[in-house]
């Protein structure tokens, strides 16, 4: 069973089983997630692509931790000017597990 799904608009290739990170999704720790969008849908050789998406398919999985990513740096400069600035970010995300492909 393989699906692919679409989160916060970035796609995923994912399986039952699979720990995968995502965008941050706004959910606690130990909630369940649907993702009622799928791109595709692979069940013992029987592929279903969707026209844009799977109808009367969706991925549940359940959050396992949200945490920060690595700091980013933005430094910018402009020379003979005296400006310079240094902002940092740390961008959330989600890790989840997926527990099962099934139908609405």
Known sequence: MLALIEAKGFQ???KPGDRIIVP????????????PVLLLKDEEGQ?????????DAKVKARVLRNFKGPKV???KFKRRKRYSVLRGHRQMFTEIEVEGLGSQ
Do not use: D, Q
């Open 47 to 55: 592929v279903r692509v969707g026209t844009p998406y799977v109808e």
């Open 12 to 14: 995923f290739k994912v």
């Open 24 to 35: 941050f999704l706004n959910k606690k720790e130990g909630n369940e997630v649907e993702f």
């Open 73 to 75: 740096l933005v430094f």
